[in-house]
């Protein structure tokens, strides 16, 4: 199968299975985000058209500042910060749930589903990490960057699927059932990994490298992804992508790794 258009948006996509797939895997859909969800025709194609996908997104300036997050009101409390275990495989690294960060959920009628995962793509933001490190400074540079691609970008969602940031932890971004938006035509069946930070200028922190390590080898289990399927942003587009002091580490992990070697043995063994 080929890879998806360079855009976020396709009429062919059924709105109504997909809303429903969503809705069984407890993905919060926001009110405002499913109107029109069989009206996502040339006029979204034509502006997307001209989107910058592969490439690092500005996020939104409004949420650079410092101070306390705040998150749109809603009718219900706002969930406590939790992290839950995914439970699918023995192993699972523990997931910060998209609802600790974020209250609106993709725009489906700008979204593909995504059909299956049998790739890895590993990013960097392109933006120096959060000053703080902490759980709000995440928060607010998590939202920031999906505020960019939905308004600016016009995209469904944040572009990522999962996100790691300098403490270690991992972060669930876009839903896996929707193609990301992270490799320009390349977004079919590809699992979009953001590990935040500028890794141009800056050095990853071991705290990320060893949660981006457990995570990329738990989905390759879980996907049947086999390693020469795990890549990074600039081995698939011309781009700095993930950065200069990021690239080799990862090179380094898909040859040294004992954790990633174990699951590409798995990996090969089901595929």
């Given at each position: ?7 976020d ?16 895997g407890?993905?919060?859909v926001?009110a ?112 920031s ?73 738990y ?13 990074t ?20 992990m ?16 089901r595929?």
């Open positions: 199968m080929s890879d998806s258009p360079p855009h948006a396709s009429p062919k996509t059924d709105r109504r299975a997909l809303l429903g797939l969503l809705a069984r407890g993905v919060l926001a405002g985000s499913v109107i029109g969800l069989s009206g996502c025709g040339s006029s979204r194609r034509a502006r997307a058209a001209g989107s910058t996908i592969g490439q690092p997104i500005p996020a939104d300036p409004s949420l650079q500042q410092a101070g306390p997050v705040r998150l749109p009101p809603r009718s219900t409390p706002a969930p406590l910060p939790r992290v839950a275990p995914t439970p699918s495989l023995a192993g699972a690294p523990r997931i910060v749930a998209r609802s600790s960060w974020t209250r609106s959920g993709p725009v489906l009628s700008r979204a593909n589903a995504m059909g299956g995962i049998d790739r890895i793509t590993i990013h960097h933001d392109a933006l120096p990490q959060p000053a703080g490190g902490g759980w709000a400074d995440v928060v607010r540079r998590l939202e960057i999906r505020r960019g691609h939905v308004n600016n970008q016009k995209w469904a969602d944040i572009g990522y699927h999962y996100a790691v940031d300098p403490a270690g932890r991992v972060w669930s971004c876009r839903p896996l059932e929707l193609q990301g938006a992270h490799v320009r035509n390349r977004n079919e069946h590809n699992l979009g990994i953001l590990v935040v930070g500028n890794f141009s200028s800056q050095m990853p922190t071991p705290q990320a490298l060893d949660s981006l390590e457990r995570l990329v080898g989905e390759m289990r879980r996907f049947a992804v086999p390693v020469h399927r795990v890549r942003h600039r081995e698939l587009a011309q781009t700095a992508c993930p950065g200069r002091h990021l690239q080799p580490r990862i090179e380094r898909r040859t040294a790794s004992a954790t990633i070697a174990a699951s590409n043995a798995e990996a090969v063994r595929s």
